[in-house]
């Protein structure tokens, strides 16, 4: 193999060997590793011009010792960057939770998975933490006592510190709040807090909240709690005996899915909780008489909450008991066909934009009905064995929504275990992702 030295700009490399047996691609490219300059860039001055990837090196007489100009330049070196690489963990924890895309977890302080549960369902509402956030220590309104004023300063403080967390927080303050204003749930067996109901501690929770948060005390633009869960229902009460019939209206800040045998879906659930019977006395007829009672949605929130009443009260054995049939429920609820004929008839035409807007997305030809400056509103659903949270797709930056009944599970708070006063509360938020992560 003959012996070449190549001049490449100031520089000389002598003694580099040429393996004849070899294509110039393979010389080339071992002065690219002396010179840094890329194969294709090199113009090597040979006998009879430049060296070809298919010369021949037969036709060149190379002789040892023979000098061989280059030409080319080289690659820019690659500087290290002026920043290292950060991992997640070893960012402030702000930063994690906000790379992370989801909340801290809450440490059960003994008996206290029915609070944890409630909170995590709650904070995923963003409307509830935006008005909570210009909730003032130390300004209460009127008609608000102390110890609501102070469970809602510590709801805003706890929602805070999962918001900036990555570790388990303790809801301690949190905790004493709520049993200062909620007694029972300071109830002790043994010396030991004992286990309470979920759906009770959410229902005292929003009825706090509806007070605190919707009194003088509140900025102007904080989201009225019935607003964001509150329903409107409308009653015809009617007594097939004496035939008297009446109408009632009354708001509710959850729906209720009532357990039966003949019941395998949250839909069947939903229409038996809506049509009930009720003993009272009849003007008519000077005694007791049995009444039905078919209530009809007629204003809906932007989230919705299901209840599944699978704790009742055993005669027989004077104690609650827990129904425990499987019931399916939906990633997405409908509750059109439970709503009153005005509710209805309001519900039409952001339907039917939202249908459009679904056709269009997979290119199917729609005929335009409705002006195109309707906003819609898509909501949530969420439903649980005990008691469940729902949130709608808002975005609080487009004004005047229009709520089209559909409803997009978020959140599910579930109890595990075949007992009413032991067992294990959990619940699921919908991440970023899309999934359904236990929080």
Same mark, same amino acid.
């Given at each position: ?10 520089q ?10 070899? @294509?110039?691609?393979?010389? *080339? ?16 001055m ?5 060296l ?5 090196w ?6 040892d010792g023979?000098?061989?100009m ?8 690659? *500087?290290? @960057?002026? *920043?290292?690489?950060?991992?997640v ?5 702000e !930063? ?7 909340? $801290? ?25 935006? =008005?909570?956030?210009?909730y ?10 102390? =110890? ?6 510590a709801t805003?403080?706890?929602?805070? !510190? ?8 303790? @809801? ?10 909620y007694p029972?749930? $300071? ?20 009825y706090?909240?509806s007070?605190?948060?919707?009194? !003088?005390?509140?900025? @102007? ?16 009460v009617?007594?097939?005996e004496?035939? !008297?019939?009446?109408?009632e ?16 879906h949250?839909?069947?659930? /939903?229409?038996?909780g809506?049509k009930?019977? /009720? ?23 932007r ?11 055993k ?17 997405? /609820? ?10 209805k ?14 056709? $269009?997305?997979?290119?199917? *030809?729609?005929e ?13 659903t969420s ?14 930056s ?20 075949r ?11 919908k ?9």
């Amino acid at each position: 193999m003959p012996t070449v030295c190549i001049k490449w700009q100031k520089q000389v490399f002598p003694g580099i060997e040429i393996d004849t047996s070899q @294509p110039p691609m393979v010389f *080339k490219t071992q002065l690219y590793t002396l010179t840094g300059v890329p194969p294709e860039r090199q113009k090597i001055m040979v006998k009879g011009g430049i060296l070809k990837d298919d010369t021949d090196w037969s036709t060149l007489g190379l002789k040892d010792g023979q000098k061989l100009m280059m030409i080319g330049t080289a690659d820019e070196i690659v *500087k290290a @960057p002026e *920043k290292g690489p950060v991992f997640v963990e070893d960012l402030p924890e702000e !930063e994690q939770a906000a790379a992370l895309g989801h909340s $801290a977890g809450l440490y059960n302080l003994g008996n206290t998975c029915y609070m944890n549960s409630t909170l995590q369902c709650l904070h995923s509402v963003p409307e509830l933490k935006s =008005a909570l956030l210009s909730y003032s220590d130390n300004v209460r309104g009127n008609g608000v006592d102390q =110890a609501s004023h102070s469970l809602t300063v510590a709801t805003r403080n706890t929602f805070g !510190e999962l918001d900036q967390s990555v570790r388990p927080v303790a @809801p301690l303050h949190f905790l004493q709040m709520l049993r200062k204003k909620y007694p029972q749930f $300071a109830q002790q067996q043994n010396n030991v807090y004992m286990q309470q109901d979920a759906e009770e501690c959410w229902t005292q929770l929003i009825y706090t909240l509806s007070q605190t948060l919707t009194s !003088e005390a509140s900025e @102007p633009a904080a989201a009225q709690m019935k607003e964001l869960f509150g329903i409107d229902l409308v009653s015809r009460v009617h007594c097939a005996e004496s035939g !008297e019939e009446s109408s009632e209206a009354e708001s509710v800040y959850s729906l209720k899915c009532h357990i039966s045998h003949d019941v395998n879906h949250l839909h069947e659930g /939903l229409k038996h909780g809506l049509k009930t019977e /009720l003993e009272k006395v009849s003007p008519s007829l000077g005694r007791t008489a049995i009444y039905t009672r078919e209530s009809r949605i007629n204003e809906l929130p932007r989230y919705l909450t299901v209840q599944f009443v699978r704790f009742f009260w055993k005669r027989e054995s004077n104690q609650k008991a827990k129904i425990l049939r499987k019931v399916d429920y939906p990633l997405e /609820l409908d509750v059109y066909d439970f709503c009153s004929d005005e509710l209805k008839l309001k519900l039409q035409t952001p339907r039917q934009v939202l249908r459009d807007a679904e056709s $269009a997305k997979f290119g199917l *030809k729609v005929e335009v009905k409705t002006s195109s400056s309707q906003n819609i509103e898509g909501s949530l659903t969420s439903a649980g064995e005990s008691s469940s949270i729902d949130i709608d797709k808002a975005d609080s930056s487009v004004p005047k929504k229009q709520l089209t009944g559909i409803y997009d599970l978020i959140a599910v708070l579930t109890h595990k275990g075949r007992s009413a006063d032991s067992g294990h509360y959990v619940g699921w938020v919908k991440q970023d992702d899309g999934k359904m992560d236990r929080v």
